[in-house]
């Protein structure tokens, strides 16, 4: 029979016109077209593009790449739950190796040891870091382990009540109501204190109570407080029968105190390693205690060993999975993060213990030394709270924030960003964000806008 | 095509050592910046008071752990990687290097709009591009992952027979029987029951489903081509059985490779499609993530979508927009995996609408190609006679061996298919090529797999750097960290 073989070629494409036309004369058909008969309709696509060069591609897209101000050009501000970290060369050229970047999730382990190593030592990392002994690997965002924590609450206790204490993101908060809905539980957000920006520990405890699941705390706060009174209200959780989960900063960690120093059960956080990327692909980091192994949402990586005792890891307790458990598993997470996991151990690696804690240092430096240049600007209230701040700080603005807003716009630096008038503090206010690669030379440009506008008054 | 795979052993019992066991205790920490000389005293009660144990490495000791670790992992870059439903495919080297450039990676969220124009029409026009593809007249593209769309999916749902008044009636979602297992582990998450539809001869059992199909029903969730590689011929009557009941069809477009540039969703009568980016549109799947799980709806659906919603003003700027009172809120913080939307945008300029369509057919050639070759030796359960698309299920049953003896074998040669998977086939090996294999790769990859049957399996696989390894006693006693494998 003659065959019809389809013409098209692109690099992309592993077939030949020959090959193609050896196939179909194999299967006995005339054309592509015949593998088709049982789709009723095809219409094909009309309002798509005709193929492009990749050298046209990179002219079109370095243009528009150039459309953006980036955070590396510009000085940056803006914190809120994206920051600007430096990240070491090591980490973007480990996480571009193609057996880890082409790979899939690890399902046949013997082959996938590599992947499957990281993710072990990946989880012992921030198992150190968190302090609590049950690391997954992992989820989409901050927010989406935090919405799989109350999930997990909702299934360990039976209970719908979710307490949100103190200054909460509120795109995470928003995330949290989102999980929330699907499970029909209710959200009770609890007030701060407006003088120190800490969770005011006895708005809190009075909404715990014994249809309470889960209570859940920053800490840095939305503000950039940390908070002190976590391990309170762990206490009071627990002695409802709720859990209680903190929301972390990975870095932080260095420094401040754990998740598991304040009793918590469960946390989330997100990683570092990764560019920020217009805040996606990200990590949700989670992380729980040993008492809920069984219970926790997404993948889990275990040692063992292979038949003639040589250790080795696998995917392990897989029968929490969706692909196992179906509808009654822990969660409906397949694909997640993981090679941004890989960059995090990479990064945890290469700083290290004390490294990580110099790197805090620096931030927590930087936080006081842009609050305090900020501070003794006329006009400006800097820092707003009295609580002890990290990376994130408030300022209160007396002077016109709509032209500040409008004057940040038209210069070169990005950020700070306003804080919206849901906090009952007035208007004026404006969180800032700094990292580690800010300099004295960024925090003058901005006191100069700031106090260029303060001064028109 | 036979493969070694590297090994580096320090001992007989341990090959690549853990990074803990690594670890020098007097080394230095890396050159840091001090910062810029505020002095903070960070208060007794919130400083942390249990050291943190991370290792203490020379930077080339980490650069060679994880090239080792590297050496003992295989991915689409080293061979063919038929994973059954995962659509393995070449990933564009450039897309990677144009998500690279300073404009794409150094962007904050938190950035006023008018700074990131740039990344915003990408947005815009990947969004324009999809819902062509799926035949829709609105999406997000905020979900990071195809689970992640079909429970923004089923949160629309619930939302749209909430403000009809009948939520409380309509709590089932009907899903066949040769479903991932993250369709129903979605519709749970948003609160419905699941009903599991049966399958006849490949394909939904429409008689099973007009059984069920009635007014408690809110969503028919179904793959097209199913787990199968069958794609379900009488879709249009599916639909109109759904429809009929006053439920909503939901598309999952996790086998949407065999389809794109030939078929759309929407001339199905589907009223909710989610595309797996990572999968038919070629951004790499990383060991397990990050994807991209954009979701397209009809118009009167449209309102139901995550905020916040890309605008594009008279002026033709974009921006975001946050209002909307019937939307289901925030999936994610952010905006979407933009990382992986712009691989994706690249990879549908680079093909095009046609080579997206030739993609589809060279991917189902290949399949059938295969199939027929192994037809003698292997039986392809269900569906006899008709053509499959992007993949098939073959079954070990009647060879004489294990699926996972074939699977462990065929690590020596590459990667193994997806196996005991869908559930209703016996001793299941689930294969997909995709188009970016060559002939001699398919062939070379099929003899592995009739040789495997003349062969003691027992001891296999013997080319990887471990081999058979003990998952029963992981998960007897997890050891889920260094210290509790270490002490």
Not at chain 2, 183 to 189: E, G, Q, T, V
């Amino acid at each position: 029979m003659d065959v019809e073989p389809d013409e098209f070629g692109h690099p992309y494409l592993g077939l030949t016109k020959k090959e193609r036309g050896e196939m179909l004369g194999f299967l006995g058909i005339r054309s592509a077209d015949e593998l088709f008969v049982d789709v009723p309709i095809k219409n094909g696509v009309k309002g798509l593009p005709s193929p492009a060069s990749e050298s046209l591609l990179f002219q079109e897209l370095y243009a528009l790449n150039k459309q953006n101000k980036n955070c590396l050009d510009h000085p940056c501000f803006l914190g809120g739950g994206s920051h600007l970290h430096y990240v070491p060369a090591v980490v973007q050229r480990i996480c571009e190796r193609g057996e880890f970047l082409t790979s899939y999730t690890p399902y046949q382990p013997e082959i996938s040891q590599g992947m499957l190593q990281a993710m072990f030592e990946y989880q012992s990392m921030i198992s150190e870091l968190t302090g609590l002994d049950v690391v997954n690997a992992s989820h989409y965002t901050y927010g989406t382990s935090l919405g799989e924590a109350a999930h997990m609450a909702n299934r360990v206790t039976g209970r719908k009540k979710i307490v949100v204490c103190g200054a909460v993101n509120p795109e995470r908060l928003g995330v949290l109501r989102a999980y929330a809905y699907g499970r029909d539980l209710s959200v009770v957000q609890t007030a701060f204190d407006s003088h120190s920006g800490e969770l005011d520990p006895e708005a809190a405890c009075n909404q715990i109570d014994s249809e309470t699941a889960l209570v859940y705390s920053e800490s840095p706060n939305y503000f950039g407080v940390v908070e002190g009174s976590l391990k309170d209200l762990a206490s009071r959780a627990h002695s409802k029968g709720a859990l209680f989960c903190q929301g972390f900063d990975l870095i932080s960690l260095a420094i401040l105190k754990s998740p598991a120093e304040v009793d918590a059960d469960m946390a989330v956080g997100d990683g570092v390693g990764s560019p920020m990327s217009l805040g996606g692909p990200g990590l949700g980091l989670f992380a729980a205690d040993k008492k809920f192994v069984r219970s926790v949402p997404g993948r889990l990586v275990g040692a063992t060993s292979d038949r003639s005792g040589k250790r080795g890891y696998v995917i392990t307790l897989q029968t929490r999975e969706q692909h196992i458990r179906r509808e009654k598993a822990t969660s409906n997470i397949t694909t997640n993060s993981s090679i941004i996991a890989l960059a995090n151990a990479v990064y945890l690696a290469l700083l290290g213990t004390d490294g990580l804690k110099r790197l805090a240092e620096a931030i927590l430096s930087n936080t006081v030394y842009t609050q305090r240049e900020l501070g003794r600007l006329r006009g400006v209230v800097s820092p707003l709270f009295s609580g002890f701040s990290y990376q994130d700080f408030v300022f209160g603005f007396e002077g016109d924030s709509d032209r500040l807003e409008q004057r940040l716009m038209d210069s070169d630096v990005l950020g700070p960003s306003r804080i919206g008038s849901g906090y009952g503090l007035g208007g004026g206010l404006w969180l800032v964000g700094v990292s580690e690669l800010t300099t004295k030379q960024h925090v003058e440009s901005l006191a100069n806008i700031i106090g260029g506008v303060s001064n028109e008054v | 095509m036979r493969y070694k795979q590297a090994v580096y052993s320090s001992s007989d019992t341990v090959n690549e050592p853990l990074l803990a066991e690594l670890s020098q205790e007097t080394r230095e920490p890396p050159e840091l910046p001090s910062g810029l000389g505020g002095e903070p005293h960070i208060p007794e009660s919130l400083s942390r008071k249990n050291k943190p144990c991370l290792p203490r490495v020379s930077e080339l000791t980490v650069v060679r752990h994880f090239t080792r670790l590297s050496q003992m992992n295989f991915g689409v870059d080293t061979g063919s990687y038929p994973l059954g439903s995962c659509t393995m495919k070449y990933n564009p080297k450039f897309n990677d290097s144009a998500a690279s450039l300073p404009g794409f990676a150094h962007i904050h969220p938190g950035q006023h709009e008018s700074t990131v124009q740039g990344a915003l029409h990408i947005i815009w026009e990947l969004q324009s591009y999809l819902k062509e593809i799926t035949g829709m007249e609105a999406i997000t593209v905020q979900p990071a992952a195809g689970a992640h769309g079909e429970y923004t999916g089923m949160l629309i749902v619930k939302s749209y027979f909430r403000d009809k008044g009948e939520l409380a009636t309509r709590r089932k979602v009907l899903i066949p029987d040769t479903a991932h297992g993250s369709n129903p582990a979605s519709a749970a998450m948003a609160g419905f029951e699941v009903l599991t539809v049966p399958s006849r001869d490949g394909e939904v059992d429409l008689e099973a489903l007009e059984r069920v199909a009635d007014n408690a029903v809110a969503a028919f969730m179904v793959t097209v081509p199913n787990t199968l590689g069958i794609f379900e011929s009488r879709i249009l009557e599916v639909s109109r059985i759904i429809h009929r009941a006053g439920g909503l069809m939901y598309f999952d477009g996790a086998n949407m490779n065999a389809l794109m540039g030939v078929a759309k969703p929407g001339d199905f009568g589907f009223d909710i499609a989610h595309l797996n980016l990572h999968k038919a549109f070629s951004t790499p799947h990383g060991g397990g993530g990050p994807g991209s799980g954009p979701v397209a709806v009809r118009s009167f659906l449209e309102e139901y979508l995550p905020v916040p919603k890309l605008r594009r003003g008279t002026s033709g700027k974009y921006y975001w927009d946050y209002s909307g009172e019937k939307s289901i809120g925030r999936i994610r913080e952010g905006f979407g995996n933009f990382g992986v939307l712009l691989r994706a945008y690249a990879y549908i300029r680079a093909l095009g609408g046609e080579g997206l369509r030739q993609a589809a057919r060279d991917a189902v050639l290949s399949s059938n190609y295969a199939a027929k070759r192994l037809r003698e030796k292997y039986p392809i359960p269900f569906g006899d006679g008709k053509p499959r698309k992007h993949e098939f299920v073959a079954s070990a049953k009647g060879t004489g061996k294990r699926a996972f003896d074939i699977a462990k074998h065929i690590l020596n040669n590459g990667h193994a298919p997806t196996i005991y998977f869908p559930q209703i086939v016996v001793e299941a090996l689930m294969i997909e090529f995709t188009e970016t294999e060559t002939k001699a790769e398919i062939d070379a990859y099929v003899e592995g797999l009739l040789d495997a049957l003349n062969k003691d399996l027992s001891h296999e696989p013997t080319n990887t750097s471990v081999g058979r390894l003990d998952e029963v006693s992981a998960a007897r006693q997890p050891k889920l960290n260094w210290r509790e494998l270490l002490g």
